[in-house]
Every structure is written in structure tokens, then in C-alpha cells.
């Protein structure tokens, strides 16, 4: 059986994601491990959307929330190394250009698991955006980009 591991974190991510995890679940052969790193956390910004979605329960919750940018994603990527390292999984699924996105990608990477970014490909071209920053990292380490459009793909 192929094990996949998702790691999803925020409100994009999780819409991004039910999709994905839909398809995922019709197929017998394959295993979704859902990370949930805590990135958004209340009710409204991450419960609301795995009942309203029907997105299975992350079976792994960091609970980091709430952090400056760089605590933030070095806990993440401390936390989803241990937990990559103890699952095994063939691949690891990113959304978008979170810090969940980039911690996800950085531990995946840094221990030689392909990294899947959907949502790939896209720029703003402002590095004053923490989220540019993380898009274009992912995209550089990614093993497969799933790029939303023709201007994302060039």
C-alpha cells in the first residue's frame, strides 16, 4: 500500500485539500496521513472546514499556532521530520505557500521523501511577503509541481 503523508495547516489548505483527500480515499491502494500543524486553529478558521468538508481527522495535530514566523516553521519542521521519520511514507502532499507549506517541504526533503506541491508556480514578486518566500522555496525543492495555471507552469 502506498502511504502519503498531507500536511495542511491552514484555511487554504484545508478547502485545497478535501478535494485531494476525496480522491484519495476512493482508492484502496493508497494511505493518507493527515498533519495538522496548527498554523490556524479556531473553530472558524480549521474546525468548521473538516466537519463543513468532510475532510478525514488529521490523525496528527502540532497545535503550533500563534508564533513569529521563524519559531514557528523551525517547530513545524522539528515536529513533521519526527513524524515522516516514524511513518514512512512514499510521498508528502503541500498546499500553497504557507508555513505549514514550507516546513513540510524542508522535512520531507531534508530525509530524501518526494514533496507533491499543488498550487505551484504562483508569484507575486514582492519578497516583503513571507508567503513569496515560501512559495518559491517550495517550488525549488519540489519533486512534482501541480501548477494551477499556464502563467504558473512558465
Not at 472546514?49 to 519542521?77: C, K, Q, V, W
Not at 515536529?79 to 522535512?107: C, F, M, Q, R, W
Not at 521523501?113 to 514582492?126: A, D, Q, T, W, Y
Amino acid at each position: 500500500m502506498l502511504k502519503i503523508v498531507t500536511i495542511v495547516g491552514a484555511r487554504p489548505q484545508f478547502i485545497k485539500a478535501a478535494t485531494i483527500s476525496r480522491v484519495i480515499r476512493s482508492r484502496p491502494d493508497i494511505e493518507e496521513i493527515i498533519v495538522h500543524t496548527g498554523q490556524h486553529f479556531d473553530e472558524n478558521m480549521s474546525e468548521i472546514f473538516f466537519t463543513d468538508m468532510d475532510i478525514p481527522r488529521p490523525i496528527y495535530n502540532l497545535h503550533i499556532e500563534s508564533l513569529p514566523h521563524g519559531a514557528m516553521t523551525g517547530r513545524m519542521l522539528e515536529d513533521i521530520e519526527k513524524i515522516l521519520i516514524a511513518e514512512k511514507p512514499e510521498g508528502v502532499v503541500v498546499y500553497g505557500d504557507t508555513n505549514s507549506t514550507l516546513a513540510g517541504a524542508l522535512a520531507a526533503k531534508k530525509i530524501m521523501i518526494p514533496v507533491f506541491h499543488i498550487e505551484s508556480g504562483l508569484r507575486s514578486f514582492n519578497m516583503a511577503m513571507p508567503e513569496e518566500i515560501n512559495r518559491i522555496l517550495t517550488d525549488n525543492i519540489s519533486d512534482i509541481l501541480f501548477c494551477p495555471s499556464q502563467l504558473s507552469i512558465d
